[in-house]
C-alpha cells in the first residue's frame, strides 16, 4: 500500500445533526411522553452512528490500482495529476464541473486532486477526488 486515507465527517457536523435528531426526540417527548422520546432517541443515535460510517470515503493506491470505496481504476488508465487547493476545487466542483466526471468529494473537505482518466473506452474524463493530504495522493498516483 502506498498510500491511504480515510475522510470521515467532523464532528461539527455529527453534532449538528445530532442536535436536530434530538429536537425531533424533544418533540415526541413534549408531545407524547418519556418512552417514545427514549426510543426515537436511540434509534436516532443508531441513524448518526450508520450515517458517520456510510459517509467516510477510503482512498487507497497500491501498486496496480487506486481505489475509492468501491470503485477502482488500474494505473496504467491514469493519466495527469493536478492537485487543487480551495479555490481551484471550488471552481472543479462548481461551474467547471464535467457532468461525466467521477467525482469522490464530501463537501467538508476544500481541497482534493483532480486525475485525468485516459481510457478509450470510458467516457469519464476525468476523476476529482477530495483530500486533505493532495500532495501525497498525487505523489502516490503518478
Request: hydrophobic share 50%; aromatic share 10%.
Amino acid at each position: 500500500m502506498r498510500f491511504r486515507e480515510v475522510i470521515a465527517p467532523p464532528i461539527w457536523l455529527l453534532a449538528f445533526i445530532y442536535f436536530l435528531f434530538s429536537s425531533i426526540s424533544i418533540s415526541l417527548w413534549a408531545a407524547i411522553g418519556n418512552t417514545p422520546a427514549l426510543w426515537c432517541q436511540i434509534i436516532l443515535t443508531g441513524v448518526l452512528i450508520y450515517i458517520a460510517v456510510r459517509s467516510r470515503m477510503v482512498i487507497e493506491v497500491d501498486e496496480k490500482e487506486l481505489r475509492i470505496n468501491r470503485a477502482h481504476i488500474e494505473h496504467e488508465y491514469l493519466g495527469e495529476v493536478r492537485v487543487l487547493d480551495v479555490q481551484d476545487m471550488r471552481y472543479a466542483r462548481g461551474r467547471d464541473a464535467d457532468p461525466s466526471a467521477y467525482l469522490a468529494i464530501r463537501f467538508w473537505s476544500p481541497r482534493g486532486v483532480l486525475v485525468k482518466v485516459n481510457d478509450a473506452r470510458d467516457s469519464t474524463p476525468y476523476l476529482l477526488i477530495s483530500s486533505k493530504r493532495g500532495d501525497e495522493l498525487a505523489k502516490a498516483i503518478g
